[in-house]
């Protein structure tokens, strides 16, 4: 039988809820940690190398009354992934939401990237998505629990830019890895969907980019860029009873700059 709707007020609630944000001491990440924590979840906020971001957002989740740890990770070695996921269910519990948010954004002309380079890319940016989602899966799968997987992908996995050939196919790979998650694991009761971000203002692009910026701002029907919390907000609705019956999805947060002609 269908179960019924929650109250539109226990929606966006995610106490009780372990969620890990990959990624998250820098950036989209910082946004996204701080968001679910708002709703309630205790929050494990992972970094790779520099905990002083990582820190930051665990200091400033809790000084705001939510609960949130650190976590230092390599996610492109598997058993660093695996060892990840017993801490956090040794401190807090089984984590139920992941937010696959951690990636790399280098530039490289198709002529000018190496083996070496291209590797990397693609192992930060999709490879570590499936280590992590697997290591979360098969523990909600043992400990008989559903859950919900939100993947960071981008606009770039099918809107060319110039010089991101090796990022743009990962996220394109995120996009249909998404998809065959949300295939594969909805008989486990675990929804998958991705977030595909446009242009993100971040402190100094303004000036590092400004044709950039404001060619992006010109273009897109909203007439701004992304904030962190824009692409947060897509996250919290689709790890939330808001979004129960939605998996295999990617959604696009863009400011609708992808309306524009292509001719």
């Known amino acids: 039988m269908t179960p019924a709707a929650p109250p539109v007020r226990d929606l966006l609630d995610l106490r009780g809820h372990v969620a890990l944000v990959t990624g998250a001491g820098a950036g989209i990440g910082t946004g996204i940690a701080a968001r679910l924590a708002e709703a309630g979840a205790h929050v494990a906020v ?13 200091s400033r989740i809790t000084t705001s009354g939510g609960t949130a740890r650190a976590y230092q990770a390599d996610l492109t070695a598997a058993a660093a992934v695996h060892d990840l996921h017993a801490r956090i269910t040794a401190d807090t519990g089984v984590p139920d939401i992941l937010v696959n948010n951690a990636g790399t954004y280098p530039l490289g002309s198709i002529l000018d990237v190496d083996a070496a380079d291209w590797q990397a890319v693609v192992t930060a940016n999709l490879t570590s998505v499936h280590l992590v989602t697997q290591a979360v899966a098969r523990g909600l799968r043992d400990a008989g629990r559903g859950g919900a997987i939100v993947n960071i992908a981008s606009i770039e996995a099918s809107n060319v830019a110039p010089a991101h050939s090796h990022y743009a196919a990962a996220k394109a790979g995120v996009v249909m890895y998404t998809k065959s998650a949300a295939r594969e694991l909805g008989a486990l009761g675990i929804r998958v969907n991705a977030v595909s971000p446009g242009l993100i203002w971040r402190a100094g692009l303004d000036q590092a980019w400004p044709q950039g910026v404001s060619a992006y701002t010109d273009a897109t029907p909203l007439g701004r860029l992304g904030r962190f919390e824009d692409v947060a907000d897509a996250c919290l609705f689709l790890v939330s009873a808001a979004s129960r019956w939605i998996t295999g999805t990617d959604l696009v947060v863009d400011g609708g700059v992808l309306t524009n002609r292509a001719y």
């Open 46 to 58: 992972h970094y790779h190398r520099s905990d002083a971001g990582a820190r930051e957002v665990v």
